[in-house]
């Protein structure tokens, strides 16, 4: 069993005390997180994927700018052997291997290595969300969805999470859903 802390007093401390980066790097994390890839910045990648067993393999991203290599089942493609989107979509063309008239990705774990760059150079959309998610939690440290004094209380939105303009901007940079 593993006995490193996920994390330290020092953390704590900074979380505590409100450290801006600190949150800024929650916030950042959280939305990667929810979104399902890095979105932004741009960078340079290499991802192994199952076979898909159809025609297409969809990425882990929705913004590919290059596909450097794709290496099927051991073996280094021609460029001219598939297709790509930016959406983040490859199409498996090469010639002679067809099943029903339709190139096909075959199954099996690891069969696909992609070397790609995605990712937004700058995406102000999602930064605006981290800074905001930041300032919440800033704002109210310890996260705190109730107060209350003798008789009053006050109730607030949970400062964890997102809001909804929030997550339907989010939304706009999530992968959809995979099996």
């Not at 007093?9 to 990667?32: E, F, H, M």
């Not at 930041?134 to 969805?145: D, E, F, L």
Request: aromatic fraction near 8%.
């Amino acid at each position: 069993m593993a006995t490193d802390p996920i994390v330290t007093t020092t953390d704590l401390t900074a979380y505590q005390g409100g450290d801006a980066q600190s949150l800024i790097d929650q916030a950042t994390a959280l939305v990667r997180r929810y979104c399902g890839w890095h979105v932004t910045p741009s960078m340079s990648e290499t991802i192994t994927l199952d076979g898909s067993g159809v025609g297409v393999q969809i990425l882990p991203s929705l913004h590919v700018t290059g596909i450097t290599s794709v290496t099927y089942d051991g073996t280094l493609l021609a460029a001219t052997d598939y297709a790509w989107s930016l959406n983040g979509v490859i199409e498996y063309v090469a010639a002679g291997l067809y099943f029903s008239g339709v190139s096909r990705w075959s199954t099996g774990l690891g069969k696909v290595v992609v070397v790609m760059t995605h990712g937004y150079a700058d995406a102000p959309e999602v930064a605006a969300v981290i800074l905001a998610r930041a300032s919440r939690m800033q704002g109210n440290p310890i996260a705190a969805t109730r107060t209350q004094m003798g008789p009053f209380a006050e109730q607030y939105e949970v400062a964890s999470g997102f809001t909804a303009d929030e997550l339907s901007t989010l939304d706009r940079y999530r992968l959809a859903p995979r099996p």
